[in-house]
């Protein structure tokens, strides 16, 4: 009987070095397959928790697919995993939606005290990933995932979302100003509005838009406060002179870390926005932003090549032990001047003999990136190549 209890221990203890080698093994499967299909959290999800809550979660299919096939071709026990594939099978079919309020705050995790990671704007289409205790985390236009609550978004199923797609819209294009229960400002306002937010037209009524929510609710918008948006859109044109046009009426608006919208921007917030009122979507942070576009070559800090509406990009550069990183962007309007928001936007120079010289931003310069001749390429979307707009969320998961 003892030789029996000894040898099933041994078996036991077999067995679970077994188990420990396979984790070990398949925790580094893991990172090689988050490092190649999801190396930047802030477009993808690949996360896991392979010794307390257990859990993998994923929304990029080949990578779930591929940690399958290991699983079954290294026979790793994971009966007690929660391996899911995003969107989320809790969702039953709502995995679109559209947001609701004029600027949608997105957390960078399920909290109302989290960092404000980024904003979306009324109208903006969203891919619905899961949810947690009313908390959705959604993915934006520019790719962006965040958390949002319940109240920033309206849920929908493909179908409900086809057909606001496939709607007629209006964009507000005030900076400033609300919708209204009746067809005067005197009536009781239905919300706030801010420059870019989408709704769908119902019909015109004198001197009134008639339009819809996202979760149906109904207002009316002064029509000398918004466009047509297939008629906005026809005549959106990135050009130098609207760029620093729209940027100029950004002055003197306070700095607000994750903020996109005329409440309020962080450096990359205010040259996304100022794009996306021209009808050019960038992609969300600095860091992001400096992959995009043409180079304009700066050599020896010879700014002579540059052109109105070009973007300029600081931070630290590359040293010996450190990586280069790039921590701001602004607008160049000429003359060695840029339009940039920190603190507020405001309009600070790169000529040393210039009163509103930053010595600061000067040192920190890094390069910069020509957009307006790279429309359509990569991480430069116009409202109509963007495939969030034209009802594609899933197309090419």
């Keep these: 009987m003892k030789l029996v209890s000894i040898s099933f221990y041994f078996f036991l203890t077999i067995l679970t070095i077994s188990q420990e080698y396979k984790m070990n093994n398949l925790e580094q499967f893991l990172s090689e397959l988050k490092l190649k299909y999801a190396p ?24 779930y697919d591929q940690l399958n096939n290991f699983i079954k071709e290294n026979n790793v026990d994971v009966s007690d995993f929660n391996i899911e594939l995003l969107p989320s099978e809790k969702l039953k079919g709502k995995i679109y939606g559209v947001i609701n309020i004029s600027v949608a705050n997105l957390r ?16 903006d289409p969203v891919k619905v990933l899961e949810e947690n205790d009313y908390w959705f985390r959604i993915q934006t236009s520019d790719n ?63 001197d009134y838009f008639k339009a819809q929510y996202p979760d149906g609710r109904i207002a009316f918008i002064p029509k000398d406060e918004a466009q047509l948006f297939d008629n906005w859109l026809s005549n959106a044109k990135a050009d130098q002179d609207n760029i620093l046009e729209t940027a100029e009426r950004f002055m003197g608006l306070p700095y607000l870390w994750g903020g996109t ?26 860091s992001q932003q400096v992959n995009t576009g043409e180079l304009v070559e700066t050599p020896e800090k010879d700014f002579s090549k540059l052109l109105p509406g070009d973007l300029l990009f600081f931070g630290d550069h590359a040293k010996e032990g450190k990586k280069e990183r790039i921590t701001h962007v602004g607008i160049y309007i000429g003359n060695g001047e840029f339009i940039h928001s920190s603190g507020k936007v405001k309009i600070n120079s790169l ?41 594609d969320l899933y197309e090419t998961e």
């Excluded at 909290?111 to 704007?121: D, F, M, V, Y």
């Design 40 to 63: 930047d959290k802030r477009t993808a999800i690949l996360e896991y928790d392979l010794k307390e809550n257990k859990f993998i979660k994923t929304d990029r299919k080949a990578a």
């Design 108 to 123: 960078s995790i399920p909290k109302h005290s989290a960092e404000l990671s980024t904003q979306a704007l009324l109208g």
């Design 144 to 206: 962006y995932i965040a958390w949002t609550d319940d109240d920033g978004f309206h849920p929908m199923t493909k179908t409900e979302f086809d057909e606001w797609v496939n709607s007629e819209k209006i964009i507000y294009t005030n900076d400033f100003g609300f919708s209204f229960k009746e067809k005067s400002k005197k009536s009781i306002r239905v919300s706030d509005l801010v420059a870019g937010n989408i709704l769908k037209l119902l019909s015109e009524e004198e």
């Design 261 to 286: 919208s005329l409440k309020g921007v962080d450096c990359s917030g205010f040259t996304k926005t100022v794009f996306r009122l021209n009808g050019v979507i960038l992609q969300r942070d600095a």
């Design 351 to 391: 000529d040393p003999k210039a009163k509103n010289f930053s010595k600061f931003r000067y040192n920190q310069f890094i390069r910069a990136k020509r957009i307006l001749n790279s429309i359509d390429t990569y991480g430069i979307n116009t409202f109509k190549s963007n495939k969030f707009y034209n009802g």
